[in-house]
């Protein structure tokens, strides 16, 4: 299953919204570096889901605000 995200790195706190279109704001504590948001967007993700982190995969947007991930069922 594909989701979008839109990203937003710095916040305050680790949260995730679903907006009216179906998209998922994630917001996370860490810096927009070195892969440092994407790895905690990950972590994010599967807490929403109830996931393991290994089933999910940046499929694009790795320098971008708006990213694509891949869920695989196991």
């Known amino acids: 299953m594909k989701y ?4 937003h790195a710095n916040a305050k706190k680790t949260w995730v919204k679903k907006d009216s279109s179906g998209r998922l ?6 810096p927009a570096q070195e892969g440092k948001a994407n790895q905690a967007i990950v972590e994010a993700l ?3 889901l109830k996931i393991k982190k290994s089933q999910i995969f940046l499929d694009s947007g790795a320098r971008s605000k708006q990213k694509t991930f891949l869920v695989i069922d196991n």
Request: no cysteine; net charge negative.
């Open 25 to 30: 704001h994630v917001y996370v504590t860490q």
């Open 46 to 48: 599967a807490d929403y």
């Open 4 to 7: 979008t995200v839109v990203a």
